[in-house]
């Protein structure tokens, strides 16, 4: 099972909206709505942004909103801010023989 | 809140074992499932595989062979072994609860373990 594509580097400046996206096959993000999306910045562990698609964890910020379509899920950030800086991450679960696979990862820089 | 705490040699040799344990506190590791997930130095994520409290299994098809993983609830803790070991398991190892009462999303991290893998 190959891991869900992003691309490497997205950014933009304080204020603007974001989008990343990630790229899987009708096994995975395509099949189940099992798309969740991690935050981790240097040096410490990730941590869950949304889940379900598009579902926020209590005290996850609502400038932070998870979409799919087809085969694509898109984590978009808005009135981005400093913190944001980070490396995001997707994952899918991709059916019983493979579980849980995660996207390549995506480094935000605010300019 | 729950807080979770990864253990273990932070080195070993090539083709030994690897053996890792999660102690959980702030709460019981009944009712949940716990997952191990590894991050390769400047790599992405990979997810091992998890544990129910019940001792119900699933591991990714690419490290099933090498994988186990454990749990002991009397002192809750879940462990993991990596068997036969190579350069390319070096990576920092994270214990993870599943967010709700299911193995995924992954809701609660560890602060991860660095594990080197030389000779």
């Known amino acids: 099972q190959s891991a869900l594509t992003q691309p490497a580097s997205v950014s933009g400046s304080p204020g603007q909206s974001i989008t990343i996206s990630c790229a899987g096959t009708?096994?995975?993000?395509?099949?189940?709505?099992?798309v969740s999306w991690y935050q981790q910045h240097p040096g410490t562990a990730p941590k869950l942004m949304i889940y379900d698609v598009s579902a926020r964890p209590s005290g996850v910020s609502d400038r932070f909103s998870g979409s799919k379509s087809g085969n694509t899920a898109s984590l978009t950030i808005s009135g981005l801010q400093a913190e944001d800086e980070a490396d995001y991450y997707c994952n899918s679960y991709a059916g019983s023989n493979t579980f849980y696979v995660f996207g390549t990862g995506t480094k935000v820089t605010v300019l | 809140q729950v807080q979770l705490q990864e253990s273990g040699p932070g080195l070993v040799k090539p083709s030994e074992s690897l053996s890792l344990t999660c102690t959980v506190s702030?709460?019981?590791?009944?009712?949940?499932?716990w997952n191990w997930v590894r991050q390769s130095p400047g790599k992405g994520l990979e997810w091992i595989g998890y544990?129910?409290?019940?001792?119900?299994?699933n591991y990714n098809p690419s490290l099933k062979s090498r994988v186990s993983i454990s749990i002991d609830a009397s002192k809750n803790q879940f462990s993991l072994k990596l068997t036969s070991v190579t350069a390319a398991d070096a990576a920092m190892y994270y214990c993870?609860?599943?967010?709700?009462?299911?193995?995924?999303?992954?809701?609660?991290w560890g602060q991860g373990t660095l594990v080197t893998v030389s000779s």
């Open positions: 009708s096994s995975d993000v395509g099949r189940y709505n099992y």
């Open positions: 544990i129910y409290h019940t001792g119900s299994t």
């Open positions: 993870v609860r599943g967010y709700g009462y299911s193995p995924h999303p992954f809701g609660y």
């Open positions: 702030s709460g019981s590791i009944g009712i949940y499932y």
